[in-house]
């Protein structure tokens, strides 16, 4: 019988010993990482589009001062707080006892919908790592299709004292997205792009987040150890941007009564499935309600061409119907009559 395809399992080899199961993996020797800074990271003011581009291309990650306003961050961290504390330990290994989520929090905060997912600088950088174009023949035609970024997921995370480190990841996994080592940034190869959102000050006392500055241009099976972490350090309304693909994870909380929280939200391809499923059990009505802006950030609109469709219209045809008149209803986002000659490019 065929195998399923899979681009990574043939690079480990699993045994069993003593009733525990081991995967033997290669070991790289690589080069020691260069130490990152925290200046390092942080974009000069004002911020701009370009400046995070650069830096995440450089490192992976990168840090906005003052994101949001001090009303924006409260709100959202006020409509977090009932859900944080009705929340208990997570059944399982992946989150310490002490830390605590809210899933959704798109739905659970219009602030977060309106405020934190509509920020411009979120728009742009998420355009610039995960917007793709596309084209095919159609009969005797060239079609394209612009697919935008739509939201994956959006979480608060509360850290309590006493957590202990949360182990080093990539939030890719969920695509199974498979890295390839690049010397300089590829663009193509990522699927998701976060914001963390400092609703708290968050330091490596208190859990800030830490990852591994470059590690979004490394082999798929290079292990990071911790010796190579730098902790995302951030005062109450700073931003910290990372690609999927950096290995991270949040942190101890080694402080007697700080909490540390941060809402991060993660932008994915328009072409993938989506982390969270917010629509089911959230009333229309709430949808009906949204700015255009953020209803296509939440992936209410079609990915062109033809991807998310409800009875062949686009979902804001539904949702915004004086609005979506306005707009290009075509599932192309062009068309060209296809001329077929030697050399293209001449
Ligand atoms: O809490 C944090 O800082 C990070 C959480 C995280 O990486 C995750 O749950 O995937
Ligand atoms: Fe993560």
């Known amino acids: 019988m065929r195998q399923v395809a899979s681009e990574t399992r043939d690079k480990y080899v699993v045994f069993e010993k003593e009733g525990i199961k081991y995967a033997k993996v290669p070991r790289n020797n690589y080069d020691m990482p260069v130490k990152v800074t925290k200046e390092d990271l942080t974009v000069s003011e004002p911020a701009t589009a370009e400046k995070v581009i650069k830096k995440i291309e450089i490192y992976g990650g990168c840090i906005v001062k003052n994101y949001l306003p001090t009303e924006v961050i409260d709100t959202i961290y006020a409509d977090a707080k009932p859900h944080l504390d009705q929340d208990g330990s997570w059944d399982g ?17 219009r602030a977060c919908a309106e405020n934190f997912l509509t920020h411009e600088l979120n728009v742009a950088v998420s355009k610039a790592f995960l917007g793709r174009e596309h084209a095919t023949w159609t009969g005797d035609e060239i079609i394209e299709g612009y697919s935008p970024p739509q939201h994956n997921c959006t979480i608060t995370f509360r850290i309590g004292p006493g957590a202990k480190d949360q182990a080093l990841h990539r939030d890719d996994g969920i695509h199974h997205n498979t890295r390839k080592h690049r010397d300089s940034y590829h663009y193509g190869d990522d699927t998701a792009l976060g914001t963390a959102l400092a609703l708290t000050r968050t330091t490596k006392a208190n859990g800030a987040t830490r990852f591994v500055p470059g590690s979004h241009l490394w082999d798929h099976w290079r292990h990071p150890s911790e010796d190579e972490v730098m902790y995302a350090e951030l005062d109450k309304g700073d931003c910290f941007f990372m690609l999927a693909s950096c290995f991270h994870g949040g942190s101890a909380n080694t402080t007697e009564d700080e909490y540390r929280a ?8 328009g072409t993938l499935r989506q982390e969270e499923n917010i629509m089911l059990g959230t009333p229309i009505e709430y949808f009906k309600s949204l700015s255009v802006d953020a209803l296509k950030l939440l992936g209410l609109t079609t990915s062109a061409p033809f991807l998310g469709y409800i009875d062949f219209k686009d979902p804001l045809a539904l949702l915004k119907p004086e609005e979506h008149a306005k707009e290009n209803k075509d599932f192309f986002s062009g068309t060209y ?10």
Not at 337 to 346: F, P
């Open 93 to 109: 290994t992946f989150f310490p006892p002490e830390t605590r989520r809210v899933a959704g929090m798109c739905v659970k905060s």
């Open 337 to 346: 009559k296809g001329v077929l000659v030697d050399d293209a490019t001449a």
């Open 262 to 269: 941060v809402t991060i939200l993660f932008m994915t391809l």
